[in-house]
């Protein structure tokens, strides 16, 4: 088979054993029904509980011995992950590596119907559907678009800028990303102050209140343009089976914003 990064890959007929190795991709494989051939998963991978307490291979990168002591027949993982370094060493030790995209939001229902081929779950196909289905349920137009900013760290600070899922979910519940960089860069303070964002969007474990006080300290002129809401970091960060709840919280953020600038 050929992965998404158009690497070929021999991928045994049937897979018994695998290892995901980062959190969506655990999510996914067992969405479809396929969770009981998950042998091992990256440290973060926390969802559902059954994945919790399964054995874990460390973060990025990968501890490559303990993929392989999970004699698995394939891993998993996405296409940001320190792909060439890790297909190499797994390369060597005979454990086959398919590499996901998931990028953008619409990378998400095709990357859950190439696992259902991939792991023989049939489940998967009703899965995708439902997932675009519930996707475009959460699809708004709204009269003035807040201009909203991503911040996924701020000391330094670093956002979610164009071309990426995160801004991908603000555009599907009717907002415009306050940032205009792509991909997910190191952003200043001063280009914050210079155009305000209406809402500032952070992730609810990595990022305390006490440091988005820190960056209202630094930048005290937003205080009079700019409101910052916490969100559920998993669903933010995470392109998979859940990101219609992710959508559906942050409509409920954008609405509650709308009400209270209509008075």
Request: charged share 25%; no cysteine.
């Amino acid at each position: 088979m050929r992965d998404d990064l158009g690497r070929a890959i021999a991928v045994p007929a049937k897979i018994h054993r695998i290892v995901t190795l980062a959190p969506n991709l655990t999510e996914m494989v067992f969405a479809i029904g396929a969770g009981a051939k998950v042998v091992a998963t990256d440290s973060f991978s926390d969802v559902p509980a059954a994945a919790k307490g399964l054995p874990k291979v460390g973060g990025v990168p990968p501890n490559v011995e303990r993929i392989v002591a999970a004699r698995p027949d394939l891993a998993l993982t996405v296409s940001n992950s320190g792909d060439a370094a890790l297909a190499a060493a797994l390369l060597a030790a005979n454990v086959p590596l398919y590499i996901v995209r998931t990028d953008r939001i619409r990378d998400v229902p095709r990357a859950i119907e190439t696992l259902g081929r991939i792991l023989d779950a049939p489940d998967a196909t009703g899965v995708a559907a439902a997932l675009r289905r519930g996707i475009e349920a959460q699809r708004r137009q709204r009269t003035r678009p807040p201009r909203v900013l991503f911040a996924i760290w701020t000391d330094p600070l670093y956002v979610a800028g164009r071309g990426t899922f995160g801004d991908d979910l603000l555009s599907l519940a009717g907002a415009r990303n306050a940032v205009q960089a792509a991909g997910w860069p190191q952003y200043s303070l001063e280009s914050i102050v210079a155009d305000p964002p209406d809402l500032i969007l952070y992730p609810d474990k990595s990022v305390t209140p006490a440091a988005i006080e820190a960056l209202f300290r630094a930048a005290p002129e937003l205080r009079t343009r700019t409101t910052a809401v916490a969100v559920d970091e998993n669903r933010f960060t995470r392109p998979g089976p859940r990101l219609v709840e992710a959508a559906a919280e942050l409509n409920a953020i954008l609405d509650r914003w709308e009400a209270e600038h209509r008075k």
